[in-house]
């Protein structure tokens, strides 16, 4: 039989790695209940079958192949509802034109912080194959059209760094909101294509609440951001879709802008 410590010490670890799992897997398919579906799955086969966790030295590395080896998930996650008419023909072709592999890549390496080595294992392809693949998505990205953003960020250094990347990767900052009440208004009065939002706001303020508002009144894909995903993505309750983690560089923000318009585009 496995040593009980052993075992106890790489469920410990499972359970470290399922957050970052969510994460990605909500990214991947811009559904909260779609991702975690897989992810339940996949951290059933690991406690009943912990063999085919050990037999790789990083355990998270080991979880998310895992939850690609498991029916190969994606052909089902990339599934999105009906589109919106907030975002423009031209960008829908834009996004839609990236290929699954593509996002997968570029989500495993710039929001998880895997080596293109890593992904490439992760994924089942050659690392040849994973360059090819990131620098097409990255080149896609490039592609994409100017869209509307709105950004809810109380603290004004990082709201200007963060309005700095969005202006850099091409698009278009429509107002920045410190409170509740100011991002409703600019929401109401830009409609933007998408709203990039801290979770704690000034005061008792909250990015959640201000987002909740605003999807009263239109649908448009929301990106939260927050020092501590960990404590967000438990599981237990009804949470965004997309969350990224404080500090993040132009690429990460460049992806989940795509991915996040990509689940209202086709």
């Known amino acids: 039989m496995p040593d009980e410590s052993v075992t106890k010490k790489l469920s410990e670890s499972i359970t470290r790695t399922l957050p970052f799992l969510r994460r990605y897997a909500r990214a991947v398919s811009g559904s909260q209940q779609r991702g975690d579906e897989w992810v339940r799955l996949c951290a059933e086969v690991a406690v009943r079958q912990p063999e085919l966790i050990a037999k790789v030295a990083d355990t998270k590395l080991s979880v ?60 089942g392809i050659d690392v040849e194959t994973a360059e090819r693949s990131l620098e097409e998505a990255r080149l896609e990205l490039r592609r994409v059209a100017s869209v509307r953003v709105l950004v809810i960020e109380d603290e004004a ?10 202006r850099n990767a091409g698009h278009e900052v429509v107002g920045i909101a410190a409170t509740e009440k100011a991002a409703v208004e600019l929401a109401r009065k830009h409609s933007p294509h998408l709203v990039l939002a801290d979770i704690q706001l000034r005061g008792a303020d909250s990015g959640i609440s201000a987002v909740n508002e605003i999807m009263r009144a239109m649908t448009v894909p929301v990106i939260f951001v927050t020092g501590f995903p960990e404590r967000l993505l438990t599981g237990k309750r009804v949470e965004p879709a997309f969350v990224i983690s404080k500090p993040f560089d132009p690429d990460l923000l460049r992806a989940a802008i795509a991915q996040a318009l990509h689940t209202v585009s086709i």
């Open 64 to 123: 998310f192949k895992l939850f690609h080896n498991l029916q190969q998930p994606f052909g089902g996650l990339d599934r999105t509802s009906a589109g919106t008419e907030s975002v423009s023909g031209r960008l829908k072709e834009s996004l839609t034109d990236m290929a699954p592999l593509q996002r997968q890549v570029l989500l495993l390496t710039v929001l998880e912080g895997f080596t293109v080595g890593d992904a490439a294992e992760i994924l």
């Open 157 to 166: 250094i990082i709201a200007l760094d963060v309005a700095d990347i969005v």
